[in-house]
């Protein structure tokens, strides 16, 4: 990997006291946003890059912090000197979305009205609710017009919605391995792994911190069927295949194949720091992302409200959102004459792609924002 | 549907004495196998059919019981006088497998040893163990050979099983959307559904019976993940498509979609009847499945011991056991020169599929069985 890691990083965090008034009709009083940024925002404050993250994601996109030197930034490949994500060259803001369970307003942090964690009472938001949130951040820092917005999967939902939303202030979007909307199976899994949480003894109607406890079965069943969804069959063949942890076959409900060892671990790891209602609400998000609702369903009417540059990208193996969902956004583009680039990389490692090191990859990114002008 | 329905049917109840010794190394003292039958036995006792059952099935494959109009056999649609398995011409037999939840030896019958249900105690069985029982099922009968052994599914891979275990009790194997093996994607559902049920807090380590409670949490969750994988993703879309049950988003936990409600109604549907250990079992059973380890993987070599003619199906959309998985079993018979037949069908059912009532996949079955000699 080319480059420099950003290194040492802190996160910030901003009050934003005026209501926000969201999707669903409900109204946010007032909320906080942690964040980060990296790399100086120039002179003109033309140089701002805002890396929006995906279902499980948060502000701490690169470097670590100077006390937890493990704790690496989860696009850290992408961002420091010499990446392309050129911290000489741009600002870029990484930020915990509305809802989320690092540190911004959510399901996990105190209910002023209360005093105790909102829990269910925590809205069920909208990516358009984020972009809202995400522009007072850039009041706040300054930015009239992000150079870029962008982000994978459920992040680059947002950098398609901040095009159609704000289109005076983002000049280039970069959308990767995402969808203008969801299909049925994806609504499926999702639904799958909501109800495994909702039904989860522990849940309490989603008041569990009161009791102590976390839905940590269902939030662990959630997440083993996430990663089916975002590795490839060809990767987990070739990286599992039926090879057995003991060898043989030990005829118990015990680990035995050593796919069923990766996804349990992978469940364990995840359900004992990850938030359940946090889980429960981005994947409503991404159910309700479709942004040509407003249009009838017309994805080509609403791309015309866009006036960015765009680059999208797909992943050959990726079966969540596949290559033909990103080409739907390609051609509502193309119908307006907007300026596009499209790029579907040969990547195994199915949705999961968009957070490697690949060189290719990289490239294709690194030679569009070469392109661009500040 | 051309032809008729057997009309009313009913099941009878064999005892085996006889231990029978498992693949994993266990033995079954004496068991029970329920089974049904359609049509006459000829002289020559050339004509019988053992049709195979899939994780969910039973026995009632045709037919309905005078009691239970309604009851209707589950490849009713391809059995019958007229039908592809005509019963003017077949004498056919279903059978619910050891471990089974419908009547057969299994975790919610009574294990003698104890006066309680077997529950957790049932050993494991695999595919090649259900084939021994069958075969017994056969002496009983007075069948030294199956004119057809088939199935689709995992009631395929019991033909596939036959042919090499009793290659002389076989004179035909039809083999409908199975493959050889499972794959690593195909375990980690299973293991996501297993898990589901043994973390469901009602499962008990297996003996919920004598806590007279059952599992459904999990049971429910298992099924719904399952009926995602049984469904072609087209097929969700063009029957769901992101249709709202109410027209319009409710920002709430409740059904939204009408996905959520199709998978939800099916997976409480399944959770009311099915047996929560008899569906481990059933997984279990498909991952272990592999008849060419006994070869050390060589399938070709596996192969060879059989001498049955073949006709293997897949469908074009079947994203769980994909026509390429079908192939390999093709491929392997071909090295062998043996005779085999292959028809890959377009149907938009994806796995589910074979259980469809196709006027061309009927008659490719049709068609094939009109050539066979009893």
């Known amino acids: 990997m080319p480059g420099q890691s950003v290194g040492v990083v802190h996160s910030q965090r901003a009050h934003f006291a005026q209501p926000l008034a969201l999707r669903s009709g409900g109204v946010l009083p007032a909320y906080d946003l942690v964040y980060e940024t990296y790399g100086a925002l120039n002179a003109a404050k033309s140089n701002a890059i805002l890396v929006c993250h995906a279902l499980s994601g948060h502000h701490h996109v690169a470097g670590h912090y100077a006390d937890q030197p493990g704790n690496i930034g989860w696009w850290d490949n992408l961002i420091g000197p010499g990446r392309p994500l050129d911290t000489d060259r741009y600002f870029i803001v990484g930020v915990n979305n509305l809802g989320g369970c690092h540190g911004s307003t959510g399901p996990s942090t105190l209910n002023p009205a209360s005093g105790k964690p909102w829990g269910a009472d925590f809205p069920l938001v909208a990516v358009v609710d984020w972009v809202h949130a995400q522009a007072r951040l850039a009041d706040l820092l300054g930015i009239d017009a992000w150079a870029v917005v962008m982000g994978g999967s459920l992040g680059g939902m947002q950098a398609l919605r901040w095009s159609v939303t704000y289109p005076e202030r983002i000049r280039n979007a970069i959308v990767i391995a995402a ?75 015990d680990v035995e194949f050593e796919v069923e060892s990766y996804l349990r671990y992978q469940g364990d790891k995840f359900a004992g720091i990850f938030d359940a209602n946090t889980y429960l609400l981005m994947t409503k998000a991404l159910d309700y992302f479709d942004p040509a609702r407003m249009d009838d369903g017309d994805l080509t009417a609403t791309m015309a409200r866009s006036t960015a540059n765009f680059l999208i990208a797909s992943f050959t193996t990726d079966w969540r959102f596949t290559p033909a969902r990103s080409k739907e956004i390609v051609a509502a583009l193309l119908a307006n004459g907007r300026n596009v680039s499209y790029a579907e990389i040969d990547l195994n490692f199915g949705h999961d792609s968009f957070l490697m090191a690949d060189a290719h990859y990289h490239g294709v990114i690194d030679a569009w924002l070469r392109n661009i002008t500040l």
């Open 179 to 253: 969808a203008p909307k969801l299909s049925a199976q994806n609504i499926a899994f999702n639904d799958v792994a909501r109800q495994a949480i909702l039904t989860d003894p522990d849940f309490h109607g989603g008041h569990y911190y009161e009791h102590h406890t976390r839905p940590t079965r269902g939030l662990r069943l959630a997440r083993m069927l996430g990663h089916i969804t975002y590795l490839s069959d060809d990767q987990m063949g070739e990286k599992f295949g039926r090879e057995l942890k003991n060898g043989s076959f030990t005829f118990d409900f």
